[in-house]
């Protein structure tokens, strides 16, 4: 069966660079959700979109954006990047209205 | 504030012995109580999943139980194997229109040959 796909896997990037993850969901899954996750510690949700609007937003901050487009497929664009920007970064989605959220491979990031 | 707590932090299990963790949490809006695998590097797994309307929940050797007076959900893994070594997040989502999975701190899972 067809899974969650991240681009790229592993991303380098200096500080105050700028860095853009893409997911594409599971076909005919309309809700797409962002997660991060530091070493050691659980995902934390950061942002969602159902059928291209924003439909929650975590503790995400004001240098991250992301929109989903009209295929469903989303990018989450990281600006003024940080150290602590270091992270796995987890792209999930679903059908609205399921609960059931199916995780990408991830994206991790390292901010040197 | 932790809006699920998860214990213990780590287990240690023989080969064919049961593993139990369990989740505890406060908000009685939460209806849906999923269980993630998720092995190092990869991304977490759906493994299992309970609404509070059933006290249990079975798949192969996975079992959730629920127990909705005392707030509190439990994955028992049984006849564990090496395999199954990784480490399981319990989550819980809010009912009526957030999606957003509220994770537990995880536990990591050994199973010793």
């Given at each position: ?25 599971i076909?005919?899954h ?24 924003q439909?929650d ?21 990281m ?5 602590g920007?270091s ?26 | 504030?932790?809006?699920v ?13 049961i ?12 209806d ?9 590097g ?65 536990t ?6």
């Amino acid at each position: 069966a067809a899974g969650v796909i991240q681009s790229p896997r592993h991303l380098i990037k200096e500080k105050r660079e700028t860095a853009t993850l893409k997911c594409y969901p599971i076909p005919r899954h309309d809700t797409v959700y962002w997660y991060q996750q530091g070493p050691g510690q659980d995902p934390q949700f950061l942002i969602s979109f159902y059928e291209k609007m924003q439909s929650d937003k975590g503790s995400i901050p004001d240098r991250f954006s992301a929109q989903q487009f009209s295929d469903y497929h989303s990018e989450l664009n990281m600006s003024s990047l940080e150290l602590g920007d270091s992270a796995l970064y987890f792209c999930a989605s679903s059908f609205r209205g399921s609960h059931e959220q199916y995780f990408g491979p991830g994206t991790r990031l390292t901010v040197t | 504030q932790q809006q699920v707590k998860q214990s213990p932090q780590s287990l240690i299990v023989q080969k064919g012995g049961i593993s139990i963790i369990n989740c505890a949490y406060e908000n009685t809006a939460f209806d849906y109580f999923p269980w993630y695998q998720q092995f190092p590097g990869k991304g977490p797994a759906l493994l299992i999943a309970i609404r509070p309307d059933v006290s249990e929940k079975k798949e192969g050797r996975f079992t959730i139980s629920f127990n909705k007076s005392a707030k509190q959900f439990s994955l028992h893994i049984m006849d564990s194997q090496p395999g199954d070594s990784a480490t399981y997040f319990c989550a819980v989502l809010l009912q009526g229109g957030s999606e957003k999975l509220v994770f537990g701190k995880g536990t990591k899972l050994t199973v010793n040959p």
